[in-house]
């Protein structure tokens, strides 16, 4: 069936410029700061929508329990499944198209808010969150700078999900900054190990989805049903610090190399909104056991690029430069088999946990989602108007951007992921 609230011809009467992430056809949800604490919100073009007001007017009545809009986070409005999502989804349509029910925008003055104006906070109570390796060219280049000579793949990588529990205490909005953290590090010619801020510090492009209703004691969540526990993606960056990563992971893998931020994007967009963009991912050899095999497109072409911005090019007035540009449509694990897997032991998920894909890269140095890939380990480093760069400074800023567009349909955008370097806390 033909969802209309997607049809390329919708327009909704509030201003959405062509090139917008936000047209009628996304409606993602967030959380902003309002006067009277965290509301719920979705977004049109730049104007805000106050799901939390809007709610109390009765104008969503039917579409979804009201009440679990009026809460400081999505959690409880995300537990009722995706099918509260989509429901929601086709009022706020009516209420907002051109031609549809008129009783909003007769109240808009109390329900609406300029976007430019509002503090986005993280939209959901994250309880866990996973970060996965799913992408076979980063796992491949990172092969190649550690293990050089040998097989860049572990032989175990093709045939299982490989992922780690990241810290979801230190998950952080667009815009906050990020303390270069400190820790242990040992290059590989020192006889002992130093402590201080890391000098390798990097990004990870990544695209992360946040669960809706949980798993429970119900049992694993089968693969074929998984997109039914996955309200919505955002973009990740799971800031590394490279050098502490190194002497640390073996043989437990990421610790404080990874705990220390993590910057998602504040709008949820949902699976709902991407269905015009889906794609089937890359053949997968040797075909994967049972409980992860999967049929139909699985996969997402949402175009990501990275920009950077040092300290000096802002105090000369530069604007932001692209270092990387690169698709989600080639990622060998899918989100529903990341699911499948994370849960097939018996792990319970709830609304609101957090699942992010691990870097993204793709086949050429240009595509790659991390400036340990991008710069070779510091052997190859890029020029930045003039400055050169094999990690991250401090005053540098990373913008990433993640859109999807294709002639069948309108742009959905996910907004942006920044974060800024600034010094770390002093060690106590």
């Not at 550690?146 to 175990?156: H, Y």
């Not at 492009?205 to 429970?216: A, C, Q």
Request: negative net charge; contains cysteine.
């Amino acid at each position: 069936m033909t969802d209309e609230t997607l049809s390329p011809q919708l327009e909704s009467w509030i201003d959405v410029a062509r090139d917008s992430d936000f047209p009628i056809q996304n409606l993602p949800l967030g959380v902003y700061a309002s006067p009277a604490g965290p509301h719920a919100a979705t977004i049109v073009g730049e104007t805000l929508v106050d799901l939390h007001a809007l709610s109390q007017t009765g104008l969503l009545d039917g579409a979804c329990e009201s009440q679990s809009l009026q809460r400081p986070s999505l959690n409880a409005f995300l537990a009722q499944g995706r099918a509260a999502g989509t429901a929601l989804r086709r009022r706020l349509s009516q209420l907002l198209r051109t031609d549809g029910d008129s009783a909003l925008r007769e109240r808009a003055g109390e329900l609406l808010i300029d976007g430019r104006d509002a503090h986005m906070l993280v939209p959901v109570d994250i309880g866990d969150y996973v970060d996965f390796y799913s992408s076979l060219e980063h796992a491949t280049n990172l092969g190649k700078l550690f293990r050089p000579g040998g097989e860049p793949l572990l032989p175990n990588w093709r045939w299982i999900p490989i992922g780690y529990h990241g810290r979801s205490a230190t998950i952080q909005i667009d815009g906050e900054p990020v303390a270069r953290p400190k820790g242990q590090r040992k290059p590989p010619d020192a006889a002992a190990p130093s402590f201080g801020p890391s000098t390798m510090l990097d990004i990870e492009l990544e695209v992360g989805f946040v669960t809706g209703k949980g798993n429970g004691r119900e049992g694993a969540i089968a693969v074929t049903h998984a997109e039914e526990h996955i309200a919505g993606l955002v973009l990740v960056n799971d800031w590394s610090a490279r050098d502490v990563q190194a002497w640390e992971y073996q043989p437990l893998g990421p610790f404080l190399g990874k705990s220390f931020a993590t910057t998602i994007s504040p709008w949820i967009v949902s699976l709902d909104a991407l269905e015009p963009f889906r794609v089937t991912g890359p053949v997968q050899e040797p075909q994967p056991l049972d409980y992860l095999r999967a049929s139909g497109p699985s996969g997402l072409d949402i175009q990501l690029s990275v920009e950077l911005q040092t300290r000096g090019m802002r105090e000369r007035g530069r604007p932001p430069q692209r270092i990387s540009r690169t698709t989600f449509a080639g990622m060998y694990w899918s989100m529903a088999q990341q699911l499948a897997h994370a849960t097939v032991n018996g792990a319970i998920t709830r609304p609101g946990d957090l699942f992010a894909s691990g870097t993204i890269s793709g086949t050429d140095p240009g595509s790659y989602g991390s400036l340990i890939e991008l710069t070779w380990r510091g052997e190859r480093p890029i020029d930045i108007d003039g400055e050169q760069r094999s990690f991250l400074q401090d005053g540098d800023e990373i913008t990433l951007r993640g859109w999807c567009e294709n002639e069948r349909a309108r742009r959905i955008g996910f907004g942006t992921a920044r974060g800024r370097i600034v010094e770390g806390a002093t060690t106590p």
